[in-house]
């Protein structure tokens, strides 16, 4: 193992964006998954665009309940695979991320499996509709199918790449899990055309092919992400400087030509799995695991059926609405990614740190985090308060669904700022393992200031789509209230994992 890379020390700040900036490149290629969906889709036009952009919504909220098992293992490794590092007991680390890869893949085969007895029926429940439109001839619900059993199917592999991912992150390697991202991400670019429209021997499949070229790209990312895990190796981007014409200044000589340049490359030291041990359980880590995951479970559950319950009241206001919200959230998605990034490189820094017996440095890293993410969520606002038409205009064309994009998306930017501030605090909690209460404040101030409030607005009050938004920054600013509250408390100094 490398011990050069010890985040324990130095500056925060240097150190926030060492592991975030890569975290965050990452994302971007991670989320041109569905972005790039959402874009090749639109151009099949007309009507079979918008109710395929809404299919894909509603799959993807439906799904999200399956995503719950995700949260059984995913919490408690970030916890303790970073606690293991910060220590600097590599092998623990290697062992701890050797048990999550086996229960990822047995949490998605479970999720596989969950989903044929209750995918339609949470679709449906979701809000799509089963009557045809004039100009298609699948119904939103058949769209969210024929697109949702092939995602599915390829859930075991889909909680393997998250953890692959996630061990990179924890072992302050952010540049190997941007590369397995952005990699599988340019697969994912290249072939998704070409399933949908065709190419060649390769016949036209819509939604299918979309479907179909996301599912290989995770099996690629699957196969390289452990091939480097089991060999130790690490992807490493290194600056060099091209020295041109010298010349003497004093006692030192200088140069006319100083051109920078990098280098990719591959290179032992990184975080060393062993396959051999991938099927050999231990549960004594599966009951730290379950102990620490259970809340955040508990609370993704609830969280998804206020989601399913939310995209249900959106649906109230017809399917352009809809696919204008689908959008809107791909796009929210891009736009968050520096958010993203910080959050995660936040979470590993706070768990190396406490394993490294330095708590205070844990709670300036959060602090630090707190304010670069509001001044990236400003930044955020001017954008969707500019260009929120054109970007729209980009993934479909429907007059409707641009108008309600431009009505809605500053809005749903400057909730996105406020935000910024609470995930950065969530990721304290995150990295020490301090879930349980923060899951619970958080699922209460959701239902109470969020689904609650919503349902008022639009069954009781009927008001428009727009007061979803406003709600939407009264919640942020409740959520983020009650984690400062928690953060300053500091009971997650003194979490046990």
């Known amino acids: 193992m490398d011990p050069s890379h010890d985040l324990t020390e130095g500056s925060i ?47 993807n909220v439906a799904n999200s309940f399956m995503q719950m098992l995700n949260s059984i293992f995913g919490p408690g490794s970030i916890t303790v695979i970073s606690r293991f590092w910060g220590a600097k007991d590599y092998e623990k680390a290697a062992w701890a991320s050797e048990q999550t890869i086996l229960y990822k893949f047995l949490a998605g085969l479970a999720g596989t499996i969950i989903s044929l007895f ?49 061990i990179f992150r924890c072992c302050s390697d952010a540049e190997s899990s941007m590369f397995v991202i952005a990699t599988s991400s340019l697969v994912n670019i290249v072939i998704d055309p070409l399933f949908i429209h065709g190419f060649g021997p390769i016949p036209k499949m819509g939604i ?41 200044k004093g006692d030192y000589y200088k140069y006319f030509i100083r051109i920078p340049y990098w280098k990719f490359h591959f290179e032992k030291g990184g975080i060393k799995i062993v396959f051999g041990r991938l099927f050999k359980p231990d549960f004594q880590i599966l009951i730290n695991y379950l102990r620490i995951g259970f809340t955040p479970t508990v609370t993704q559950f609830v969280g998804s059926s206020s989601q399913i319950i939310f995209m249900n009241l959106i649906s109230n206001f017809g399917q352009s609405v809809v696919t204008a919200f689908g959008i809107g959230g791909k796009v929210a998605g891009l736009v968050n990614l520096p958010l993203l ?57 429907d007059p409707a669904v641009i108008a309600v994009g431009k009505s809605v998306f500053a809005l749903s930017m400057i909730g996105n700022m406020i935000n910024a501030a609470q995930w950065m605090l969530w990721a304290v909690f995150e990295g020490s393992g301090y879930t349980m ?4 404040f958080g699922q209460v101030n959701n239902w109470l200031f969020n689904i609650l409030l919503v349902y008022l607005a639009v069954k009781v009050f009927d008001q428009g789509y727009v007061w979803i938004f406003y709600i939407g ?25």
């Open 13 to 59: 700040f240097k150190n926030l964006v060492k592991l975030s900036w890569p975290g965050a490149l990452g994302r971007l290629f991670e989320n041109l998954y569905d972005v790039v969906d959402m874009f090749w889709i639109g151009t099949l036009g007309g009507v079979l665009a918008t109710q395929a952009q809404a299919g894909i919504l509603f799959f």
């Open 437 to 440: 209460w923060p899951s619970i």
């Open 118 to 166: 209750t995918l339609p029926y949470l679709v449906r429940f979701a809000g799509a509709q089963t009557d045809l439109v004039v100009g298609c001839a699948c119904s939103t619900f058949d769209l969210a199918l024929l697109y949702g059993w092939f995602i599915v199917a390829a859930l075991p592999l889909i909680f393997v790449y998250y953890t692959i991912n996630t």
């Open 341 to 397: 990034g910080l959050q995660q490189a936040t979470s590993a820094l706070v768990g190396q740190n406490l394993g490294a017996k330095k708590p205070e440095r844990s709670e300036k890293t959060g602090w630090y985090s707190v304010l670069i993410g509001v001044c990236l969520g400003f930044v955020m606002v001017v954008v969707g308060y500019f260009f929120a038409p054109q970007i729209f205009w980009v993934f479909n064309k």
């Open 208 to 248: 299918v092919g979309a479907a179909l070229a996301t599912v290989l790209a995770y099996v690629y990312a699957v196969t390289i992400g452990i091939y480097m895990l089991c060999n130790g190796l690490k992807f490493k981007i290194s600056r060099f400087t091209f020295l041109a014409l010298p010349y003497k």
């Open 473 to 497: 920054i009264f919640s942020a600013i409740m959520s983020t209230i009650t984690n400062t509250f928690l953060v300053r408390k500091g009971s997650w100094k003194r979490a046990r994992v």
